[in-house]
């Protein structure tokens, strides 16, 4: 699905899948003998993940994908 009536059009499908991804390094990466809570430390990793990609020319064209200016 493809929302591109949204501030900056995106796919959403695309944007679900690199938020997976994050999910995924969350769960790898947790420690709970840190003393964080799994979604204090896994809401960061995943917004990182997004950002890092909407940050990239490809990253933005990729979630973009299907919308016509």
Known sequence: MTV?????PVD???LLQVARVGLVKSVDKF???????FLAFAIPTITGAI???SSTPDGMS???AGCRR
């Open 62 to 64: 990729a979630l973009r």
């Open 4 to 8: 591109c009536s949204a501030p900056v």
């Open 12 to 14: 959403t499908d695309w």
């Open 51 to 53: 950002r890092r990609l």
């Open 31 to 37: 420690d709970p003998d840190r003393g964080v809570e």
